[in-house]
Structure formats: C-alpha cells, structure tokens
C-alpha cells in the first residue's frame, strides 16, 4: 500500500510535469505583424515580397476561429518557400526541437525551421480576436493561443506546422536524413519511443516520402537518445527498438533493397551540440547528447539486411559533408 506521504510526492511530480505540457501555449506574439516583416526581411532581403507575404499570414492567422477553415491558409502557402540552399541536405526530426535546431544551426543540415519561410514562423504564436468585428479581424494578444484547437485542429496553429512539414518533405530527393531524439511515455521513463505513430513524421512527412518514393535513394537515421539507461532497448539493431519498427515499414513501402542505416550517438553530433551559451552553462541539448554518449553501451550501427554497411567514419562524416 502507498504511504500517504508518498501519495502527494506523486501528485507533485504529476503537476510538475502537466504544468510543463500546459504552459506551452502563449499569447500572440507582441507587435506580430512587425516581427514577421523583420523575419521575412532576415531571411529573405531580395528574394521574395515580404509585405505581401506577411499581409497573406496576418489576413488568416488573425481571423476569429468561427470563420477559420482547412482553406485559410492557401494563398500564403502558395507563395510559401520550404526551400532547402543548394548543397544543403535537408533533415526531419522528430523529438526535440532544441536538439533538431542546435543540429541543423552547426552541422550543414537544414531543418524546416531554417527554410526560408519556416524562419518566420518559428518561434511566433497567434490567434484571433474572437470578439472583434467579422469585416475587422484582429489578433489577441491576451488570452493564450491553443497549439491544437479541440475538434478541429485546422484552425489551431498546428495546422500551419502540419502543412509546412508536408511542403518541406515534398522537396526531398535523394538520401534523406533524420534525426530521432526518442520520447518517454512516463514520469518513470521507463518505456521510451523514437519511431512514434502519431508523430508529424510518421503523420505527415513520411507519406509525402512515399508519394515521391522513385526519387529516394536512402535513408539515414541519427539516434539521439539521452534515456538509453531508462530503456536500453531503443538502440540502433535491437529487435525491440522502434527504429527497426521504421525499417520494416520503409522495407515495405519502398522496396527491400533500399539502404536504410542508423547510427548511435554520434561522438561529432555530440560534439556539435555542446555549445556553451552566455552564462557558461552548458545547454540541455548538450547535456542530453553527453549523457547519451558517456553512458550508451556500445552497440554497432544497424543497417538494412539488403545493403551493406558502410564503415562508421563514412557515416560520421556525413554530418560535416
């Protein structure tokens, strides 16, 4: 039976944790319109017309979420750039945001937050004015913005998040690379996911994959995994691993004579994401790849039954070349 003193301990890591998942949405970005056109101009000086570009976002993303729909969105996402720099190898990631960014900021890799529209948006958060005039829309900048709204994520921003994965993935040829930075389904972290069913990559990304499948080669799989100690078994080659979950269906979709590789905490992707930031701590994407790298045992990469393992260094160097 539970000590009662062990219940509440309970119940506070729970809040903790919750309040994690809660505090995540906010408020529309001050001044929005103002910090999209500087983005736009960041990131874009010449190529495209930011004032257009931001007056298509600001039309939709600041209508009241009764006259939302799926459409809203069109017009700027036809005019939309998901784009990847020529040279540049473009790469998914699923898991960890921090880790993804740090990743694609320092190693050649360019991530959907690094395209040329995806800089805009990243990092801003909107809603509209549920009270505001239907010829008069304008955001609101009190209340906080639901990632995902209940019974219709079309008018949440998720929408937008979901579509720009799609164009992003749309644009892959080639080896295409991802980056896994597995997911723990409790407090206790004893049960931890890299390959999710329900993720934007299995969701979204992966069936654009599909669609283009006659212009994939290869796929590259960069596993992160900071809990390896809670669940041992999300490694590269385990039979238990969802890794190799994602193999089988890549088998199946593409063919069994596709290269599908996977590498365990590679010592430069640790490298690359220890960067100290001002106050001279190290950065949690640091600490995580670290421990990863210091605790993992040693397991060799895993690959395709069908293709033959390229040696480790080969792999490596991929993330500088």
Known sequence: IMHHSTKIWVLIILLI?????????????????????????????????????????????SLPNSQKNVSAYDAFFAMADFS????????????????????G????????????????????????NETAPPDQPEFDYT??????????????????????????????TGSVYIAFVPQCSSI????????????????????ELVKNKASITSFTVLLLNPNVTHDPTEVCGHEDSTITNLTQMIHNDFGPSISVECVDSPQNITNILCQTIPNGELSSAC????????????????HSSAASLKHSSLLLSLVFF
Request: hydrophobic share 40%; net charge negative.
């Open 84 to 103: 990847v720099p020529a040279g540049g190898k473009p790469l998914l990631w699923s898991g960890s945001k921090d880790v993804a960014i740090a990743l």
């Open 17 to 61: 944790s919750l309040h994690g998942i809660i505090s995540t949405a906010s408020p529309t970005t001050p001044h929005f319109a103002a910090v999209f056109l500087g983005k736009c101009f960041e990131k874009n000086p010449t190529a495209v017309d930011c004032d257009l570009l931001t007056n298509l976002f600001v039309s939709a993303a």
């Open 105 to 128: 900021a320092n190693s050649g890799y360019t991530i959907l937050e690094e395209t040329p529209t995806g800089f805009i948006i990243n990092g801003l958060s909107w809603c509209g």
């Open 188 to 207: 206790l972290e004893q049960e931890c996911n890299s390959f999710r069913p329900n993720s934007i990559f299995a969701t979204i990304e992966y069936p």
């Open 287 to 302: 600490i995580a790849a670290r421990s990863v790298y210091q605790e993992a045992p040693p397991v060799p990469p895993c």
């Open 143 to 172: 209340r906080d913005c639901p990632f995902v709204v209940p019974d219709d994520s079309a008018i949440g921003t998720k929408v937008v998040w979901n579509r720009a994965s799609q164009k992003f993935a749309q644009g892959f």
